[in-house]
């Protein structure tokens, strides 16, 4: 039986994926800064699935604890999931430098702290796979998403590199670009429906695309496209306009 | 979010402001803002019970809790929706032991609307297996009640809509099946004496429902299909039935992609449904073994089914009559009949002795059925309003979206007993639906 570790698993889309994996038959290690709060879904996924699950207490920000965090792990996952990520205001953040420093400090700094820690015990048993949530917000920077997008944008880079650093090892890396998702972080915004997708479909889609080994998957697939015109807009229009 | 929504009836139709929970404390902070809400399940009651400007979703708040598999005893959050509790407890040998005619509910609904199933007059209603659940007031303070403790609380929130509280948690008792097949038997009665009849004659069965022709007139009036079952043995299944005896029905879903005109369900289609439905039940009377899937849930095949009705959406009628009033249920069947404002679909069971305050089942005969919203209909209703109580009834407050507050004080003696618990648990009155406000006037 194959184990997988969730990092950041009360996000709704954690939890879609603690699910997906359980139903496929994987123990679930499940993460989180308030792991008592995931008792329900951990004997949820252990009921209807009959696996094996465990609950860990993980901070982002606590880099000094990743390496007793992950260490302490047993059995070492074979698959990890770095799903946790924060949104915040971004007029608050452009203002405040303690909002923005949290926001780098958890959707990059924590996220490469943590990963380098899984990337050497997977490198050194020449094996694993290392799954990282990031966001089309990534893909290029704009004024409403001012930080979030540089955050994400530095993770993407980390996830193409650790990807190319751990190939010959035998250990695969997934960046996954999320469009919008019904979620926590997005409740209060009104998601233009036909292009946003619901965690379950996330899943769902992360699933298929950890089967087929893939390098880069957008959820859903149109957002490549719609990333790439956005790409494609030449800078002195970009900087114009209203995004 | 806001957004426009309606229950299973799309009427009416409303602007509400969303909210979800997955963890207590989110429940918390919703509760901290202090504004009136109703708690909402899966919209799956016809009217406007779960509706409100305000409400508060517990579909994210559905996780399995635990699941004795020698006992039966199951407990799960609110808001997990029947047809999952099925995939779980069927292939290990348990069942529902009550269930609606749809398994798209959630256990809160389940237990806010009381839900009966076609076992009432053996098994009772939802409520009756419930050992204990918890119930986060209006204050934020979580309650555990049961029939020993806190009962008032208990008993106002089995068949209460809602306006107790946000029921977080149920731990209820299931039962035990040796496979997941029905044994069914059909059989046709040529009017409403007849079915009658035969329904004295089977009360020994587990589950009884009958569909009744309401348009039929004169001397086929009220001709109907009983239908009977009980859950089969492994003896009563055939070799390639016994390979897998609790086995999951395979999915085959049909959904219905959008609201038709409601000239579609004009008589004469209904007439065409009808008469299509008994050239299937040829003979007399009909055995055979069949998955629970078609005997429990012919409707959930079809996903959406009721756009048919189209746009301006369906009310459904629900009532019971005491035993005696027989002819109550003849009087209400012609006058339907004779109106022609056409219903998809009548059901009739019987309910057996309950005792509650403000739960629908009472002994008696209860029909249902479903109108198409016409110029007419509210009047129409309101009149057989007058016969029901007559007869000494009452109307099901989870299919209503259009009674008078006269109609549900004369139904329901025990409803100031029900107001005066409601009072206690809410008392500043935040919990309020468009239902609660029109039959109890809770608007403030
Ligand atoms: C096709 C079909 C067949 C049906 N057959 C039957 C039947 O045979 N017998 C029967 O009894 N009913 C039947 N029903 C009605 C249905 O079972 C009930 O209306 C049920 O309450 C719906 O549950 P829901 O989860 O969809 O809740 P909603 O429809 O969203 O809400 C129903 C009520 O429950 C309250 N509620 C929901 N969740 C909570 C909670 N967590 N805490 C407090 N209050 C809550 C709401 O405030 C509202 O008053 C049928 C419905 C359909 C569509
Ligand atoms: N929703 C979208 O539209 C969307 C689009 C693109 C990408 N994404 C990305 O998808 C991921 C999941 O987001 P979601 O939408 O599911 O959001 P969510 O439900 O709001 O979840 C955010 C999660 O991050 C966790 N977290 C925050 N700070 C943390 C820390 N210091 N240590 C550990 N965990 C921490 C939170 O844990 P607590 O419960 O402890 O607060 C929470 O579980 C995020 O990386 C997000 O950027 C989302």
């Known amino acids: 039986m194959s184990t997988v570790l969730i990092l950041g698993a009360t996000s709704d889309i954690g939890m879609a994926l603690a699910k997906k994996f359980a139903s496929q038959k994987f123990d679930v290690q499940l993460a989180a800064r308030r792991p008592?709060?995931?008792?329900?879904?951990?004997?949820?996924?252990?009921?209807?699935?009959?696996?094996?699950?465990?609950?860990?207490?993980?901070?982002?920000?606590?880099?000094?604890?990743?390496?007793?965090?992950?260490?302490?792990?047993?059995?070492?996952?074979?698959?990890?999931?770095?799903?946790?990520?924060?949104?915040?205001?971004?007029?608050?953040?452009?203002?405040?430098?303690?909002?923005?420093?949290?926001?780098?400090n958890t959707n990059y700094s924590g996220a490469v702290s943590i990963l380098n820690q899984v990337a050497r015990s997977y490198i050194s048993r020449q094996r694993g796979t290392i799954i990282g949530i990031s966001s089309v917000a990534g893909d290029r920077g704009r004024a409403s998403k001012l930080i979030y997008a540089s955050s994400k944008a530095g993770f993407t880079a980390y996830l193409a590199g650790l990807r190319n650093k751990c190939f010959k090892e035998n250990v695969h890396v997934m960046t996954v670009q999320p469009g919008f998702v019904y979620t926590k972080m997005t409740e209060n915004l009104s998601l233009p429906r036909p292009i946003t997708s619901t965690p379950e479909e996330v899943a769902g889609i992360i699933y298929k695309a950890y089967q087929k080994k893939k390098n880069v998957v957008y959820v859903k697939w149109f957002w490549r496209y719609i990333m790439l015109i956005i790409k494609n807009i030449p800078e002195f229009q970009f900087k114009k306009m209203k995004l | 979010m806001k957004k426009r929504i309606a229950n299973w009836g799309n009427y009416p139709v409303v602007e509400s402001n969303e909210e979800t929970f997955s963890f207590p404390d989110q429940l918390n902070q919703l509760l901290d803002e202090q504004t009136a809400f109703i708690p909402r399940g899966n919209g799956r009651c016809y009217g406007d019970a779960s509706l409100a400007p305000r409400t508060i979703s517990?579909?994210?708040?559905?996780?399995?809790?635990?699941?004795?598999?020698?006992?039966?005893?199951?407990e799960c959050q609110s808001g997990l929706t029947l047809d999952q509790i099925l995939e779980v407890i069927v292939p290990k040998g348990w069942f529902l032991p009550v269930t609606p005619g749809t398994k798209f509910i959630t256990v809160?609904?389940?237990?806010?609307?009381?839900?009966?199933?076609?076992?009432?007059h053996i098994d009772g209603s939802f409520s009756n297996h419930i050992l204990e659940m918890d119930i986060v007031l209006d204050s934020k303070a979580s309650i555990t009640c049961s029939p020993q403790s806190n009962q008032d609380l208990f008993e106002a929130t089995c068949g209460g809509m809602g306006l107790t509280g946000v029921i977080t948690k149920v731990k209820f008792k299931l039962k035990k099946i040796e496979t997941s097949f029905i044994r069914q038997k059909q059989t046709k009665a040529a009017n409403l004496e007849?079915?009658?009849?035969?329904?004295?004659?089977?009360?020994?069965?587990?589950?009884?429902?009958?569909?009744?022709?309401?348009?039929?007139?004169?001397?086929?009036?009220?001709?109907?299909?009983?239908?009977?079952?009980?859950?089969?043995?492994?003896?009563?299944?055939?070799?390639?039935?016994?390979?897998?005896?609790?086995?999951?029905?395979?999915?085959?879903?049909?959904?219905?992609?959008?609201n038709l005109p409601s000239w579609v369900l004009n008589e004469t289609t209904v007439k065409a449904f009808n008469y299509l439905f008994y050239?299937?039940?040829?003979?007399?009377?009909?055995?055979?073994?069949?998955?629970?899937?078609?005997?429990?849930?012919?409707?959930?095949?079809?996903?959406?089914?009721?756009?048919?009705?189209?746009?301006?959406?369906?009310?459904?009628?629900?009532f019971v009559l005491p035993l005696e009033a027989k002819q109550g249920l003849i009087e209400i069947l012609s006058r339907i009949s004779d109106k022609g404002l056409g219903s998809f679909l009548a059901v009739l069971k019987v309910f057996g002795k309950q005792e509650s305050i403000i739960s629908f089942p009472k002994e008696g005969y209860t029909l249902a059925l479903d109108f198409p919203v016409k110029p007419g209909l509210l009047e129409f209703l309101d009149e057989l309003d007058q016969i029901v109580l007559h007869c000494g009834g009452r109307l099901y407050m989870s299919k209503d979206a259009r009674m008078k507050p006269e109609v549900l004080q004369s139904g329901y003696p025990d409803l100031g007993k029900f107001k005066d618990i409601v009072r206690k648990y809410n008392p500043e009155g935040r919990i309020h639906s468009l239902q609660s406000d029109r039959l109890f006037l809770t608007s403030n």
């Not at chain 2, 809160?108 to 009432?120: M, Y």
């Open chain 1, 36 to 104: 008592e709060l995931l008792e329900p879904l951990q004997s949820d996924i252990s009921i209807r699935y009959g696996i094996t699950s465990t609950l860990h207490a993980f901070d982002a920000l606590k880099y000094g604890e990743h390496a007793s965090f992950f260490n302490s792990l047993s059995p070492c996952p074979d698959v990890t999931v770095s799903v946790f990520g924060i949104l915040d205001e971004e007029d608050l953040a452009f203002d405040d430098w303690f909002v923005a420093e949290r926001m780098i």
């Open chain 2, 194 to 258: 007849q079915l009658i009849q035969l329904f004295d004659a089977h009360q020994h069965f587990t589950y009884s429902v009958a569909w009744i022709d309401c348009l039929k007139k004169g001397a086929h009036f009220g001709r109907s299909i009983l239908m009977l079952g009980e859950h089969a043995h492994l003896t009563d299944l055939n070799e390639r039935q016994r390979r897998n005896p609790l086995q999951l029905p395979r999915r085959k879903q049909i959904n219905f992609p959008f």
């Open chain 2, 279 to 318: 050239a299937k039940n040829f003979k007399k009377e009909i055995n055979t073994v069949v998955s629970y899937e078609p005997f429990f849930y012919p409707l959930d095949a079809i996903l959406h089914w009721n756009r048919g009705y189209g746009k301006k959406g369906f009310v459904q009628y629900q």
């Open chain 2, 58 to 74: 517990t579909l994210k708040y559905n996780k399995i809790l635990s699941f004795d598999i020698s006992t039966g005893i199951f």
């Open chain 2, 108 to 120: 809160g609904g389940a237990v806010a609307s009381d839900v009966h199933g076609k076992n009432h």
